[in-house]
């Protein structure tokens, strides 16, 4: 998985949610989220099915209005505009294309909605169909396309009116993984062309992490963690932003004493497990998670870990080692295949460095937490 450059949004962002809130009934399906983003943006909302992260992108494009809060848009607050009247454009996952239009006419619906005059309606079509490589395709109809085809009209005609900020609700998900894999690097580099502010619903973790400048990963309706792909995957704020962005080995434990930006010990079943980075941790004694992923954990005569050997599986690239302990957590380490691989039942000690751990509360955390 490759991780996108960062971007740097401002204090006021050019897009912003303060404390917005969505209920349906009894049911709050976004809690208070605030977020800025900035001009140009690469964003994901990242997370399970019902996290919430689907409604927020529909109180953005206009289709369901918040309970609390608000949504602005440079500053301008969204509140009571309707979805045609926003500088904003939705793709959905269905794509949605009319199948009795050809690929043209499609991508010309919105703007012949708007009144665009013809000649201008034409000269757009063309520019989209150019930029996302379909213009050889303009006459066909929706049912004679491929689905990654298909995707290239759906995102043109999302694109062909000019929005300050395109929404992109599973874009790939109807996709089969190979076209998935070779359409984000297409996406990433079309947004990055046009410099237009992109945010995207996904609960595909590798995605968000290839596309994504950052990533906002949502729980039970809340923002919980938010920041660059590689901040989320090596410092995670809780066990299940760990869990979420990659394999993990979790070991539960007591947190020693420490301040902030101080080295922070674990008492575990395993013993005393010291110089962790304090971020996201407790008070003494309260109950926390070291989050070691498996190509951090290595075989070593004095490693920290003893155990035994399990079972090995090979993935290609490396070769996945389950290792159980005496005292009961299974520690799972990659190391790089071509090597000596130990055979099950064998003995070895697995050593990691203290600053590629994360220290974790075991409870849940604040809403947005940063990385």
Partial sequence: M????????????????????????AVTAVAEVSLDLAAGEFFCLLGPSGCGKS????????FEEPSAGRILLDGQDLAGTPPHRRPVNMMFQSYALFPHMSVAGN????????????????????EMLRLVRMEEYAGRRPDRLSGGQRQRVALARALARRPRVLLLDEPLGALDRSLREATQGELRALQR?????????????????????????????????????????????????????????????????????ERRALDTALGRLEGFDAHGAGPEGAPGLLVLRPERLAPRPDGELPGTVLDATYLGDRVMLRVATAAGPVLRAAVPAGGAVPEPGAALRLG????AAALVPEGPVSAGAPA
């Fill in 2 to 25: 490759t991780t996108a450059s960062p971007a740097s949004p401002p204090a006021t962002g050019h897009l912003r949610f303060e404390r917005v809130a969505k209920r349906f009934g």
């Fill in 55 to 62: 409604t927020l992108l529909r109180m953005l494009a206009g």
């Fill in 107 to 126: 991508v010309a619906y919105g703007l012949r909605q708007a009144g665009m005059p013809a000649a201008e309606r034409d000269a757009r079509v063309a």
């Fill in 193 to 261: 062309r046009l410099g237009t502010t992109f945010v995207v619903v996904t609960h595909d973790p590798a995605e968000a992490m290839t596309l994504a400048d950052r990533i906002g990963v949502m729980e039970g309706g809340r923002l919980v963690q938010v920041g660059r792909a590689d901040a989320l995957y090596e410092r995670p704020a809780s066990r299940f932003v760990a869990g979420l962005l990659g394999d993990a080995t979790l070991i539960p434990g007591t947190l020693g004493a420490g301040g902030a930006g």
């Fill in 352 to 355: 990691y460095a203290p600053e």
